[in-house]
C-alpha cells in the first residue's frame, strides 16, 4: 500500500497539528513516536506517516541524524512518495537550527537541490507576506514570540531568520505570484532553481493560496513547513482507505492538564481554567532542586481531586525572565520539563487515562515518559489540535501547541474527549 506523505515532524504537538489536519481531510494517518528501527517492517495501512520527533531543541548534529534516520525509513520501509519536514508555523528556531541544518541534510541526502518553505497557517492566524511571518496580522517579532522560553523570535523575516542556520541561499515565491496560478509558481520555481536557490520560501495569506500552492507542488519529492500546506496536499487526494475506527475501546475518563508552556494564548486558558477547576501552580524553587516529597505532594493533590486537576508551571513574561535569570533558561526549563515527566509516570500508575498537555516540548517530554508509540487521530478540539488515541492502551492524549486553541480550550477538550 502506498504512502502517500511521510513527515518528520520537530516536536509532539507539530506532529499531532499535521496529523490532524491530514484526518480531517479523510486521510488515514498514523503517528509513530521517535525514530523508527531502521530494519521495522511496514505492513499498516496509512495515506500519511507522521514521525514525531523531539528534535526542535537538539544540538543541530543530533536533529539532523535523527531526523536523516526519520528520511531513510520512510523512504526505505515505508516506501513514502513524499517527504515533508514540519515545524512550527512560527517558524521556532534559534540562529544555530534547526530548520536550516535539517532542511539541508534532507537536501543532501534526497540529491534534491531545492527545498520549499510553506510555514503559513492561515487558519490559526500565520500567514506569510514578503516573505514576513505574522500571527493575526501582527509581526512575529511582535506576537509574543519574541519572549519565547527556548527560541526567542527576534524577527519576521523568515530569510533572515534562516540565514544564519544555512549556507543555501534563500529565495521567494510572493503572493502576486501565488495569485497567478500553479503555471507561474512553476515557472518562479524554475528560475530560483537556475539561480541556484535551495530554500524557497513561499507566501500564503489564506486557504486559497494553499490550496494553489497544493496543486502546484504536490509532486515535489521534499517539502517544509507547517500543518496547512499538509491539509491541503491531503485535500487534493482522497484516502486509498474506507473510513475505520482502530481506537481501543476507551473507559469514563480521568483526566489531567499539565501547561508548560508560557504563551500569551496558554496564560489566558490557564486562567479560565482557574476560575472554575482546580489548579496548582509549580513552586520553581522545589522544581529546581528536584525534590522528590514535591512529586508526592503533588500526585496525592491530583488523585484527590475528584474533578481535573491542572498542574502549571506557565507564568507571565516578566515572571519567566525573572525566573530565567535566577535558575539560567536552560536549567529552568530542563527543571519544568522533569516535573511534567515524573509526574506523567505517576499519575498514569495513578488511573489517570487522559492528559490534555499545553506546550510543545512539554508535550514531547509526557509522550517519552507515557512511552506511547503508536496512535491515531480523533476530533479536533481546536484547529491544529485533535484528540490522540495511544493505538496499544486506554490512553488518551490532547497535544497543544503554545498559541494554539482558544480560551475555552481546556474545557471543549473534555467535552470532545470520546
Ligand atoms: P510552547 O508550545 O509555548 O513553545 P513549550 O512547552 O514548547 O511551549 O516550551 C516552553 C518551555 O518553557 C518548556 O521548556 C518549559 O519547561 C519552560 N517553562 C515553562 N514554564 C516555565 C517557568 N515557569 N520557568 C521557566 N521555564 C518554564
Known sequence: MTVKIGVIADDFTGATDIAGFMSQQGWRVVLLTGQPQAEMPWNDDADAIVIS??????????????????????TEQARALQIYFKYCSTFDSTPRGNIGPVSDALMAHSGVPMIVHCPALPQNGRTVVHGHLFVNGTLL?????ENHPLNPMKDARIAALLAPQTTG???????????????????????????GVNHVIVDALSEEDLNTLAQALYCLPLLAGGSGLGGALAALRPSAYAPG?????????????????????????????????????????????????????????????????????TTSAGELARIQSQYGESVASAAVEALFSRLAVRLLASGFNTFIVAGGETSGTVVEALQVKKLSVGPAIAPGVPWVYDRERQLSLALKSGNFGDEAFFFRAQELRA
Open 53 to 74: 520527533l523531539k528534535s526542535r531543541s537538539l544540538d543541530p548534529e543530533e536533529a539532523v541524524a535523527r531526523s536523516l534516520a526519520c528520511y531513510r525509513w520512510l
Open 169 to 195: 541561499k534563500t529565495g521567494l515565491i510572493d503572493l502576486a505570484t501565488i495569485h497567478l496560478g500553479q503555471g507561474a509558481i512553476a515557472d518562479r520555481l524554475h528560475a530560483l532553481r537556475s539561480a
Open 245 to 313: 475506527d482502530d481506537r481501543v475501546p476507551m473507559p469514563p475518563a480521568r483526566t489531567v492538564i499539565f501547561s508548560g508552556s508560557c504563551s500569551l494564548m496558554t496564560n489566558r486558558q490557564v486562567n479560565a481554567w482557574k476560575a472554575q477547576g482546580p489548579s496548582h501552580r509549580v513552586d520553581m524553587a522545589r522544581c529546581i532542586s528536584g525534590d522528590e516529597d514535591y512529586i508526592d505532594t503533588l500526585v496525592a493533590w491530583a488523585v484527590a481531586e475528584p474533578t481535573t486537576p491542572l498542574i502549571y508551571a
Open 141 to 145: 517579532n511582535q506576537s509574543g514570540m
